[in-house]
Nanobody, 128 residues
Framework: EVQLEESGGGLVQPGGSLRLSCAAS????????IGWFRQAPGKEREWVSC????????YFADSVKGRFTISSDNAKKTVNLQMNSLKPEDTAVYYC?????????????????????WGQGTQVTVSS
């Protein structure tokens, strides 16, 4: 079973930073992508970012572009979401998710329905 373990959430003041980590396990192939989504109370789930292990590309939503970055430790199947210059509107539960295939395809998607497994989420609160 593919499993994702998230960590790094917490409370931070506006302008501060947090780093979220997503560690994947339960599979052996290197053809996968890790996506990040967030959901604030009373709002729809929002796509944030995606990292494609297959070709090393990362993508970001316009709302976070220039503030968030992606890094990875491919040997550990771990992806980090570095969140800088945080704003109150970034407050949400953040979920990582994964797409796993057996070929060299580029896998990143903005559609939650395309992802195979999900982490349990981690709360990020940005408040003064």
């Amino acid at each position: 079973e593919v499993q994702l373990e998230e960590s790094g959430g917490g409370l931070v003041q506006p302008g501060g930073s947090l780093r979220l980590s997503c560690a994947a396990s339960g599979f052996t192939v290197d053809t996968y992508a890790i996506g990040w989504f967030r959901q604030a109370p009373g709002k729809e789930r929002e796509w944030v970012s995606c990292f494609t292990r297959t070709d090393g590309r990362a993508y970001f939503a316009d709302s976070v572009k220039g503030r968030f970055t992606i890094s990875s430790d491919n040997a550990k199947k771990t992806v980090n979401l570095q969140m800088n210059s945080l704003k109150p509107e970034d407050t949400a539960v953040y979920y990582c998710s994964i797409i796993v295939v057996d070929g060299p395809q580029s896998l990143c998607s903005r559609d939650a329905a395309d992802f195979d497994s999900w982490g349990q989420g981690t709360q990020v609160t940005v408040s003064s």
